[in-house]
Antibody, heavy 118, light 107 residues
């Protein structure tokens, strides 16, 4: 069974960084890219970017290029997103979701709530 | 960036009715279009991929279609459990972009 298990809720102070994980199981981690999606409270979905775990290659939406850093550890089948220089605008739920070939975000993590507060 | 204009923003319908949600792409995206349902506090769930293909485990009441750059999600024989917010997503080119969402309420 494919599962994407994300880490727990985070609280970060303005100006700090947080790192969220997404542990994949039930499939070959390097066969799919991992996407990250942001959902601000009461809002819609925004694509942040993706990482290809096999090669470590990444692509980001322009607005997240200085905000998010995507990495992956193939030894633990885990993808990460680090969010830096936190502001109140970063308060949101962050999802990981796999895609690849004909697969279109077919499995999602449960989401991680990040709250930026002093 | 490709814009996905989704309509309507909200919709209310009765059980057993048929509803249609549309997404208009700002340029050609081929069949690189998927539909998702999101329930409160949950992750989105894939319904339709490649514009018209039904995802595994999704009831056949859900169907997708394409006419040029307009994409539609039709839900037949509405059930109470179909309540939620529906999003389209284009995967044709980066940045990937979602529609703004359609909130579906079952009366």
């Amino acid at each position: 069974e494919v599962q994407l298990q994300q880490s727990g809720p985070e609280v970060g102070r303005p100006g700090s960084s947080v790192k969220i994980s997404c542990k994949a199981s039930g499939y070959t981690f390097t066969d799919y890219v991992m996407n990250w999606v942001k959902q601000s409270p009461g809002q819609g979905l925004e694509w942040i970017g993706w990482i290809d775990p096999e090669y470590g290659s990444t692509d980001y939406a322009e607005k997240f290029k200085k905000k998010a850093t995507l990495t992956a550890d193939t030894s633990s089948n885990t993808a990460y997103i680090q969010l830096s220089s936190l502001t109140s605008e970063d308060t949101a739920t962050y999802f990981c979701a796999r895609s690849g070939g004909g697969s279109s975000f077919d499995y999602w993590g449960q989401g991680v709530m990040v709250t930026v507060s002093s | 960036d490709i814009q996905m204009t989704q309509s309507p923003a909200s919709l209310s319908a009765s059980p057993e009715e048929i509803v249609t949600i549309t997404c208009q792409a700002s340029q050609d995206i081929g069949n690189w279009l998927a539909w998702y349902q999101q329930k409160p506090g949950k992750s989105p769930q894939l319904l339709i991929y490649s514009a018209t293909s039904l995802a595994d485990g999704i009831p056949s009441r859900f169907s997708g279609s394409r006419s040029g750059t307009q994409y539609s999600l039709k839900i037949s024989r509405l059930q109470v459990e179909d309540t939620g917010i529906y999003y389209c997503l284009q995967r044709y080119s980066n940045p990937l972009t979602f529609g703004s969402g359609t909130k579906l309420e079952i009366k």
